[in-house]
C-alpha cells in the first residue's frame, strides 16, 4: 500500500503535527509538502493536512483538495479558535465539505499557536472576525503540545488499523 503524508503550513505548526504521523507511520509513507506534490494518483491512502483560514480550508489547498476524488483521505487539521467555540463545528464542517467526493477515515483537529506576526496582522485588520482572532493568540501559545502531538500519533495508528 502506497501512503502519503501531505502538508501546508505557514508558521510550521501544521509541520509538526504532520511530522509526527510521519514517523508515526515510519518508513512505508512518503512525506511531501503539498506544494511539491506533482500528482497523488498512485497513493492508496493519503494523509492531507492544512490550516483552519478564514472558517475553512485555505484557497491554495481547496484546489488541490478539488483535484482529488475517490481518494482514501485522513485529513489533519490545526486552528487557533478554542474547541468550545460557537464557530468551530462550522469550521471543521467547511474542512470536511472540501473533501467531499473521497472517502474519509477520519479527521483529525488540534490548535495551532497562532504566531505574533500573524496575530499583530489581524489585529489591525479592517475585518472584525479578524480582529477577533488575534485576540485568540495567548490561548494557543505552545500548540500543538506534547498532548497534541500525542493524540495525532493515536490518529495514524487508528487510521492504519482500520483499513
Ligand atoms: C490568514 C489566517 C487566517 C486564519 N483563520 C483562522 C480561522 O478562521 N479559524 C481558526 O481557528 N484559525 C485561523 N487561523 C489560525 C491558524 O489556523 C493556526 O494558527 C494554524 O495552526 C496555523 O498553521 P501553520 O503554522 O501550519 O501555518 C488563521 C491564520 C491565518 C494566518
Do not use: W
Not at 22 to 33: A, L, N, V
Not at 99 to 117: D, R
Amino acid at each position: 500500500m502506497k501512503i502519503l503524508v501531505t502538508y501546508y503550513s505557514r508558521t510550521g505548526n501544521t509541520r509538526k503535527v504532520a511530522e509526527a504521523i510521519s514517523e508515526t507511520i515510519g518508513e512505508d509513507s512518503e512525506f511531501k509538502k503539498i506544494e511539491d506534490v506533482t500528482s497523488f494518483e498512485n497513493y492508496d491512502l493519503i494523509f492531507i493536512g492544512f490550516p483552519v483560514y478564514q472558517f475553512g480550508v485555505p484557497r491554495d489547498v481547496k484546489k488541490i483538495l478539488n483535484g482529488l476524488n475517490r481518494k482514501k483521505v485522513a485529513c489533519f487539521i490545526t486552528h487557533a479558535m478554542p474547541e468550545n467555540a460557537p464557530l468551530f463545528g462550522k469550521q471543521i464542517d467547511n474542512c470536511k465539505s472540501a473533501l467531499a467526493g473521497n472517502e474519509v477515515i477520519e479527521i483529525f483537529s488540534c490548535q495551532g499557536e497562532l504566531s505574533e506576526k500573524t496575530a499583530m496582522q489581524m489585529a489591525n485588520s479592517e475585518n472584525e472576525s479578524m480582529r477577533t482572532f488575534a485576540k485568540m493568540r495567548k490561548n494557543t501559545l505552545n500548540h500543538p503540545d506534547k498532548s497534541d502531538l500525542d493524540n495525532s500519533r493515536q490518529f495514524a495508528r487508528f487510521v492504519i488499523e482500520s483499513l
